[in-house]
């Protein structure tokens, strides 16, 4: 969660929600590889989740566990940007031939734990995102749809017509 987001939440890339900073059993780390170290800036998380996912297991999110980081001084964010693109684009190269399958096996495997969850957009970092709850005994609400949309042009983005 940086500083001026209002609320905790959980990137996506991809149309798939993705581990920041996430837990994994070390046998799964052994078996699929750690953190790619092709990716500098960007990239390591959402390749270590499409994984992760690519090998049938799941993701999910821990509720009332949140992160707070401190924003990236504006300055140091422009000199990583040319690494911020290439690092995108590594991912782009990697995944995209993949997506159709990858979001079904998301979605019949781990969706049910982000099925609740709202979506809403990162002002910090330019992206759509999943609000989670805060707070130590929360849970998500579990509106009628999945991830009940905010803005129309999300709906298609997430599939939901």
Request: net charge positive; proline share 8%.
């Amino acid at each position: 969660m940086e500083p001026d987001e209002p609320e905790p939440f959980i990137a996506v890339y991809a149309q798939i929600p993705y581990a920041q900073m996430g837990v994994i059993r070390r046998e799964v780390g052994r078996e699929l590889g750690w953190f790619d170290e092709r990716y500098v800036t960007y990239g390591p998380d959402q390749d270590l989740t499409m994984r992760v996912i690519d090998s049938g297991r799941r993701v999910a999110p821990v509720y009332g566990q949140i992160v707070r980081h401190l924003k990236v001084e504006d300055e140091l964010r422009d000199r990583n940007m040319r690494q911020f693109n290439e690092d995108s684009a590594q991912l782009s190269r990697s995944w995209k031939p993949r997506r159709t399958e990858l979001r079904k096996k998301y979605r019949n495997g781990s969706f049910r734990y982000f099925k609740g969850l709202d979506t809403g957009h990162s002002k910090s970092y330019d992206c759509y995102l999943l609000t989670i709850p805060e707070g130590p005994d929360a849970k998500p609400k579990r509106p009628s749809r999945p991830h009940r949309v905010k803005r129309p042009s999300l709906k298609r983005w997430l599939g939901l017509r």
